[in-house]
Structures are given as C-alpha cells and as structure tokens.
C-alpha cells in the first residue's frame, strides 16, 4: 500500500476587509476585526484533500500545520472540518515576530519530524504579511524542489508530479520528483464547505501542541531573534487625494473627460 | 527578547489596542498589558505618545560586512528581452548607489539577451555580469538561482534587488534562503540611513492598508523585491557608445546546471499573449458590467487607447473573463498610467491592486461607490451610456456637444 503524507501549511490572519482608518488620527482601528484562515490557505487545503481523494482510502494522510498563537488552534479545528485528517500547532513565544526565513527555519524543523511527508501545499500568500516568500524559502530550506502558483496537479504518485504553474502570462506545466512544495492559486480549485460530520471531528479533534523545545529549536534561530528582517517603522500611508466630479449629461461627461485627458497628454 | 509596557508611563489610553491587529492588547487596571497573541509587529510602539512600549532583549550581534559593497541589480529576463523592471531598478539602484558612493552592478542571466541587457548601460550601470547559455532558455527556478547564488557570493554587494515579478517572487526567496540572509518582498520604497548606511526597505502589508519599513539586521546583502511599475527609469546616457568592455562574461561549467524541474509546456492563456502589467492604460470592468458579452464594448475601449482589458474578482468569479485579466490583492497589482475603472464598486482588495496607477478614472452609477475615493476623475453614470460615448469620440474625433 502506497502511504504518502501531505502536509498544507496554513496561518491565522486578521480579516483586512474589516480594517478602517480613523480620519483623524490616521491609524487603524482594529475594533471588530475578526481573525481567519487566511483565504488563499482553503485553496490550499482543499488541494490537499483532493489529492488524497486521488487515492484508495488509507493510503494518503494529509496534515495541517499552523505556527501561531494559541488561538490558531481555531484554524486547524476548521481545517479539520473540511476533511484534513490530523493537525499540529507550532506554539510558543519565542517563535514570535518571525519574519519569513525564521518562520520557513520552524516549519522546516516541524516537517522534519514528520516521517514521509510527500509534498508540502501553502496557499500562494497571506493576506497579513503578503510576501509568498515562506514556501521557497521552506522548500530551500529541505532543500525540495518548490512550484509556485500552480494551478492543476495533473498527475501524482508517491514519486513524481506533474504540475502546472501560473505565470503573468502563461502556464508552464513541470515535472518534478517528490517530495516538493508548491503554493496554489485560486483557480485551482473551489474550496468545500464543512460537513456535519467534519464539524463533529473538528470539535472531538486532539490537536498537539509543538514548542520550540520539541522542535529542538535554538532560541536565537526562531522568532523575532532568528530573523534576519526586522520591521522598524510601521505607519499609514498618508491619503493625499483631490478628485475632480465630472458634472453633466453623459455627453457633457465624456467630453469634459476627454479634454482633461488631452491637457494631461495621455490621449 | 520580550515586549514590555512602561507601568509608569502607560495611561492606559487604549491607542495600542486599537491598532494592534492581532488582539494581543487589554487594558487592565488602567494600564496596557500585552499578551501571547502579539507577533512584535511595533504598531504599538509606534503610535504610542509616551513611549511606553518597548522590545527588549534583542540580542544584536555585531557583524562585519566591510567587504559586502556596491549595489548589484537582477536583470530578469523573459524570451530573450529584459524586462522593463530591470531597467526601473537600475535607475533606482544608481540612485542608492551615489548616495552610498558605490558602485553599480547588475547581473543578466538567460540565453541570447546580450543585446538587450546592453540597454541597462544607459540608465547608469557600472558593471554588467552577463551568464548567456542555451541551459537558461527556459525559467528554471534553481539552475538560475545557483547561477545567481554564485554571482552574488563572488562580488559581494551590499544590496541586491529584484522585480517582484511572478518569476522572481519564487526565485529570489530560494536564492536568499540559500545565501542565508534576509529579503523584502514587494518593496514600493527604498531608501538609504544617511547615518548607519544600511537600506531601509519600505513595502505595503494588510493589502496596501499599512506601510513597513525594514530592515535587514544581521546579514549580508542586503535584498528586496521591488514592484515593477513602481521605480521610474530614466535615461542618463546615451546607447551608441560600446560598453563591452564593462560586461563581465562569466562562463558556467553546463554539465554543472541540470536542472531538477522539466518543463514538459508552456501554454499562451486563452491564445493570448496577456500580462495586464505591460499595459501603460488598464480599462477594467466589474460586476456593473452584467456579463461577458459585455466586456467587448471595454475590448473597444482598450484597444483605442493601446491598452489591454482588467476585471474585478467579482467579474472573475463570475466567469465573465479570464483570471489573468484580474487586478487586486487576488490577482495582479497594477500601475498603469491611466486606469478606467468601470462598474467597479472598489472593494479594499481591487483598491490594493491599482491605487498607485497614475490617473484613475472611475464610472459608476452609485455616487458613494467607494473607487470615488481613490480616483482622480468621477463619473457618476451608465457605463453602458458613458462607455459608447467615449468610444465615439475617440473614434470620430469630433465633440460630442
């Protein structure tokens, strides 16, 4: 029997729709904003339920793995409730203020410890951070081939994949041995939504706690100290904005338009 | 390392718990108290009045890197060209390099783009390497970054940047991740600490809602991704002179860059040869629209003014046009210098990919329509009214009163 293990790799964010921005102060207000899976990651999970859906039962085991805090259990009780078979939580306050090398050292220590692991799925980005860095650094740092952006898994078995990558301009389709890590896009697939019976393992589910200990993490290689990015100015880009209502009948519109565009030399 | 609140300073005003987005501040018994949920992103810090906020223990070791120097710029290269990113970034990269007083450098890698990496003379290049070979035809993420990780550890600059381009936001992260240092992704601003002489790389996070300065501590280079459209390229010498004798040949052993990726395809979308980023004018439509078929009146729009059509998710999603053509924080981040923006409400996620185009123009029949607020022309109206009229009077060149 083929056992292949597949680990998707999923964050807790803020939800930025919510984010406002106090007029007067011009910081954020916060008030309201619910965390969530990070939208991209569902593609992500999804993927990697489809995969095993490839597979005869038993034969393909998928993981999800968050490193946050202990909150973003939240996230893989809700993995779970979509057909993700086990969960584990990276938690502990030195992994905090990882930037994404620190985060990819961490997750790589994780999926270290997980024996078999054949393919590794991130979604293409997070909503928060917004970098799509942690994936090629990961696969980098276990030293895997890594394809991002893909949009199709054409074929796969315990060795090799053929995938097919998103780019500004084109698809290119690859074939890579395993094991590898991909992110995804969104037109991979359309992510489900939870069954009754999926809510009722996500609430019995044990979900293990990993800490910088179990990882056998050095303090100074996680977190905040192991990162060699360090945010040292954070601010609201100020909102320097005058627009001008074009007033009128649609003719009137398009012709004032017009000759505005024909001052500024753009037609 | 810890974060620590000033128990003498805080007044418990509770501003630090309005920004932190993480829901890792309570006020408690009238002072800040922090707690696991915090991922030390400073937003506390910074907008806290009294400085009562501080990251402690931060241990800084300090390293030499007097031999790390110049600034050094990845020429990506796409079917034999430079793309035009590499030019913006080497104007931007003359820039950071007289105000540090270094030199130059680029590095161009693919096969017969000799011709076109030349051009990057002309925006103020000091050095060129140049690794031309038949084995870097096709975008093979880690034959290139070997290539690259090469170059870089050889010459040692103190900065290095690349386009933000799909091909370089995989890459890169491989290549830094390798050379063990760290990198910014998606800068749209760059700057130098006239007093430390280290880069301060400023990138939009929350979907362009908050703005990061970074730093890179600990390491050499110095890297960041930089959006293409975002550095303007500016000529300051001319093409006839021969600069071949600054282009550094560097020859690879083949047999050494065999690639573990086989690239089995590559696929035109739709036929097309569609990277909406090329475009100098993006005319998008939304879920105003209604539906596919009327995206061909946008098609006319477009095409009159020599640009190429966009869409919002919500038109996306419903199937009305391709994913390639999709601008926002799920699709592509855009700086066109005229956006039309057409039955497009103007979601925070559209807004994030094409608020820096240099003039937006927004149709739309709802006033409070929430693109208003970042375009510099209004139209309140039918697009299916609006739309024609501008055709026409691109087209007959005639006034329409």
Not at chain 2, 49 to 58: D, M, P, R, W
Not at chain 2, 145 to 168: C, D, H, M, N
Not at chain 2, 244 to 265: A, N, P, Q, T, V
């Amino acid at each position: 029997m083929i056992r292949i293990k597949i680990v998707v790799c999923i964050k807790q964010v803020p939800g930025t729709t919510e984010i406002k921005i106090d007029p007067e102060t011009n910081t954020l207000i916060r008030e309201g904003i619910e965390n969530i899976i990070n939208p991209f990651d569902a593609y992500a999970i999804e993927e990697g339920v489809r995969i095993r859906e490839r597979f005869n039962d038993g034969e393909v085991e998928v993981i999800a793995l968050t490193m946050g805090p202990p909150q973003s259990r939240e996230i893989l009780k809700e993995a779970i409730s979509v057909g993700v078979d086990s969960a584990i939580l990276l938690s502990d306050r030195a992994f905090a203020g990882a930037d994404t090398w620190a985060t990819s050292t961490t997750l790589a220590k994780a999926i270290n410890k997980i024996e078999d692991c054949r393919l590794i799925i991130l979604g293409k980005q997070t909503l928060d951070g917004d970098t799509g860095q942690v994936g090629p650094e990961l696969a980098q740092r276990l030293n895997i081939p890594f394809i991002g952006y893909a949009s199709s898994i054409l074929e796969i078995n315990r060795n090799k994949m053929k995938v097919k990558r998103l780019m500004e301009d084109r698809y290119e389709t690859f074939e890579i041995n395993l094991p590898a890590a991909i992110s995804v896009v969104k037109d991979i697939n359309t992510p489900r939504v939870p069954s009754l019976r999926g809510k009722m393992k996500a609430k019995s589910a044990e979900i293990p706690v990993w800490d910088a200990k179990k990882l056998e993490a050095n303090e100074d290689e996680v977190g905040l100290s192991g990162s060699y990015t360090q945010v040292v100015k954070i601010f609201t880009p100020k909102i320097k904005h005058e627009i001008k209502m074009i007033e009128g009948s649609p003719g009137e519109q398009v012709e004032q338009l017009y000759k505005e565009l024909k001052e500024l030399n753009i037609i | 390392m810890e974060i620590k609140v000033n128990e003498e300073t805080c007044t418990g005003c509770s501003l630090c718990k309005k920004v932190c987005l993480y829901d890792a501040i309570e006020i408690v018994d009238g002072k800040a108290v922090i707690n696991e949920n915090c991922i030390f992103c400073g937003a506390c810090i910074e907008v806290c009045k009294l400085n009562s906020i501080e990251i402690t223990g931060l241990k800084e070791e300090q390293k030499d890197f007097s031999d790390y120097s110049g600034v050094c710029i990845y020429l990506e290269a796409n079917g034999g060209r430079i793309a035009d990113v590499g030019f913006e970034l080497v104007s931007e990269g003359k820039r950071l390099a007289d105000q540090l007083g270094v030199k130059l450098s680029a590095v161009a890698i693919g096969s017969s783009i000799e011709k076109s990496a030349l051009e990057a003379f002309q925006y103020g290049l000091d050095r060129l390497y140049l690794i031309d070979s038949p084995v870097f035809s096709d975008n093979l993420d880690d034959i290139f970054a070997k290539a690259l990780v090469q170059v870089i550890s050889r010459y040692k600059p103190e900065i290095f940047l690349a386009g933000a381009t799909w091909f370089g936001r995989t890459l890169i992260p491989k290549v830094a991740a390798i050379l063990k240092t760290g990198l910014t992704a998606d800068c749209t601003g760059l700057a130098i600490d006239e007093e430390k002489k280290i880069l301060l790389q400023t990138r939009p996070t929350f979907g362009g809602n908050i703005l990061a300065t970074i730093i890179t501590r600990n390491a050499r280079p110095q890297m960041a991704t930089v959006r293409p459209h975002v550095m303007e390229k500016k000529k300051i010498a001319k093409g006839e002179r021969d600069y071949k004798d600054r282009i550094e040949y560097i020859k690879i052993d083949e047999s050494k860059f065999k690639s573990k990726y086989k690239l089995l395809g590559t696929e035109k979308e739709l036929n097309e040869n569609i990277n909406i980023t090329d475009y100098d004018v993006i005319v998008s439509g939304g879920r105003g629209l209604g539906g596919s078929e009327k995206f061909s009146m946008l098609k006319e729009l477009a095409g009159l003014l020599r640009g190429v059509v966009g869409a919002s998710r919500a038109a996306v999603d419903s199937g009305w046009i391709s994913y390639p053509h999709q601008v926002g924080q799920t699709g592509k981040t855009v700086n066109p210098k005229m956006y039309i923006a057409c039955g497009i409400s103007g979601a925070i996620q559209h807004l994030a990919g094409m608020q820096t185009s240099d003039i937006i123009i927004a149709i739309n029949k709802d006033p409070g329509a929430p693109i208003f607020k970042v375009a510099n022309y209004g139209i309140v109206g039918d697009i299916f009214e609006v739309v024609p009229m501008l055709i026409k009077r691109l087209k007959n060149g005639k006034s329409l009163v």
